[in-house]
């Protein structure tokens, strides 16, 4: 879940055109392609050495190579197979009672997209890849099937996600604007070193936009809050690139109202 703002300050003419990139399917590749990208070509989030082993008995299924800004699926498309995610990142999003497009979470790898193949007919949010991205197709048949044991793995992975989106839940009613993105970055922050990536310099494939949307802001209020955090020297930005710079310190800025070290805290941000 997350939602950021436009830009920091510059990036104008990718923020103000909001011009999208051709979205078409992606297609399917072999297992070798996910290990032969070009350098200019290589996901940003692809997998570890030591995260192959993990896949196992999927190495034998489809795997999709999805560009970025491609679609994995839509919303209304028929739903026959989930997604594990082996590389890259992804944005999903659903349509609200009034029509509004919000954006529901960003999947990294490990994650799984789709499950509502097993009861429904229809896929209900539209996902798109981030980055240049790979995902596992498992197809509904193959889930079903008791001799592949998959669905337990998919089970586990659908549980951690409703975890997570249960402490979103409540950060979104108990937490102001600069504390939203502070959880946001740590979040993300804390996903991408679980994979072996560095937990202080970050890159925000998503917009600000989309952040914001996530954490249910206008992008200006996120905008603001993340210069005013850089202000204080929390965090340091530039366009997409995010330092953490003071981890200490943004993590005392979610702590409970009336705490001692709650006094460092930065002046709020207005709406």
């Not at 300050?9 to 996910?34: F, L, W």
């Not at 192959?52 to 008995?57: K, R």
């Not at 979104?172 to 072996?196: P, Y």
């Not at 995010?242 to 930065?266: H, M, N, Q, Y």
Request: glycine share 6%; with cysteine.
């Amino acid at each position: 879940m997350g939602r950021l703002l436009r830009g920091v300050t510059h990036c104008n003419a990718a923020k103000r055109g909001g011009a999208r990139a051709p979205i078409t399917v992606g297609i399917e590749v072999s297992m070798s392609a996910v290990f032969s990208h070009p350098p200019d070509a290589r996901p940003e989030y692809a997998p570890r050495p030591a995260a192959i082993a993990e896949v196992g008995q999927l190495d034998r299924l489809v795997h999709r190579r999805i560009r970025r800004k491609h679609m994995l699926y839509r919303a209304g498309q028929p739903a026959r197979a989930a997604f594990l995610v082996h590389a890259g990142l992804f944005r999903c999003t659903v349509l609200d009672a009034h029509g509004r497009e919000r954006v529901t979470g960003f999947p990294l790898r490990g994650d799984v997209l789709g499950v509502e193949c097993l009861h429904a007919p229809r896929y209900v949010a539209d996902v798109m890849a981030l980055d240049i991205a790979d995902v596992i197709e498992l197809p509904r048949a193959e889930l079903l099937d008791p001799t592949r044991a998959l669905l337990p793995h998919v089970a586990a992975a659908m549980a951690e996600a409703r975890e997570r989106d249960w402490t979103w839940m409540l950060a979104l009613h108990t937490l102001d604007a600069e504390q939203r993105v502070a959880q946001f970055l740590l979040d993300h922050a804390a996903r991408l070193e679980s994979m072996g990536f560095s937990p202080r310099r970050i890159v925000l494939r998503m917009t600000r936009a989309d952040i914001g949307s996530f954490l249910d802001m206008a992008s200006e209020s996120v905008a603001r809050s993340m210069t005013r955090l850089d202000s204080a020297g929390l965090i340091r930005v530039s366009c997409r690139d995010v330092e953490i710079a003071d981890e200490a310190a943004l993590r005392r800025l979610l702590e409970p109202p009336g705490e001692g070290s709650r006094r460092t805290r930065p002046p709020p941000v207005l709406h």
